[in-house]
């Protein structure tokens, strides 16, 4: 099938500002599950609040949009009822990890079989950029116009420590690194964690004076390293990017099956 084929054409144009990375995040999902041949009646994806929320609206499978932070709560009743099916929750830095801190920490914990997808601009970019748990200490937004004080979630480093068992990170600009995070993530079975760093022009770069979309993106090229990288020996503020974590523990759904399967037995 082609790209538009998995879209909601009646809701286009997107609502995304020029420059926005929630875009190319969508694009790089749909080659995915195009690689993975998956039918689209068999995906659901359930979103918060935000601008990364939008892409429930815009792509044509089972959609959930409901309120903000509890994406991974509503996930996890659609997952434990119809364990079936494949569910995606794209999130952003409100939904993933400031109230929606608590759900995600107990996904993981749990292993249930969701895959999380978490877009980090590190601002709020929909309600007037206002900074979040991900700007940093340092970063400029319109609650923080004298630089941020609070210091700043590694994701990765949340992810590991609360039980997922597939944490990866990749970024906008390495696309076809992306997809192919995008597929391990989507055919784990367990709790996946997928952190894309990714550009908001509009109130991250302006605010801080990065510059534009190119430049954010620019940013992430030269500021971002693979695994094991010797260049973050050299320079520990380098970012790495990859798959962290990829193991296999017992997945929620098929523990809770198990459970039943006792208590019918009395």
Request: glycine share 10%; charged share 20%; proline share 4%.
């Amino acid at each position: 099938m082609a790209v538009r084929d998995y879209l909601r054409e009646r809701f286009m144009p997107h609502i995304w500002c020029p420059g926005c990375g929630n875009g190319i995040v969508m694009n790089n999902l749909i080659r995915a599950i195009e690689e993975l041949g998956w039918n689209k009646n068999d995906i659901v994806m359930v979103t918060g609040i935000g601008c990364s929320a939008r892409i429930s609206g815009y792509l044509d499978f089972h959609t959930l949009h409901t309120i903000h932070g509890r994406a991974l709560a509503f996930a996890t009743g659609l997952k434990l009822a119809r364990p079936e099916l494949n569910v995606i929750v794209p999130m952003g830095d409100g939904d993933a990890t400031a109230i929606g801190g608590n759900h995600l920490i107990h996904a993981a914990r749990r292993n249930i079989d969701i895959a999380a997808i978490i877009m980090n601009n590190q601002i709020y970019g929909m309600t007037g950029g206002q900074y979040s748990p991900l700007s940093g200490y340092g970063a400029k937004a319109t609650t923080a116009p004298y630089g941020n004080i609070d210091q700043a979630f590694d994701i990765v480093e949340l992810a590991k420590a609360s039980g997922a068992t597939f944490v990866a990170r990749t970024t906008t600009y390495h696309v076809k690194s992306m997809i192919e995070i995008f597929e391990k993530a989507l055919t784990h079975k367990g709790f996946s964690v997928v952190e894309v760093l990714t550009q908001c022009p509009t109130y991250y770069g302006r605010k801080n004076k990065i510059g534009d979309a190119v430049d954010l993106m620019n940013y992430f090229k030269d500021r971002t390293v693979p695994i094991g990288s010797k260049k973050k020996e050299q320079d520990p503020s380098l970012i790495e990017r990859g798959v962290f974590v990829d193991e296999q523990k017992p997945e929620y759904c098929s523990e809770y099956a198990k459970v039943i399967e006792r208590a019918s037995k009395g």
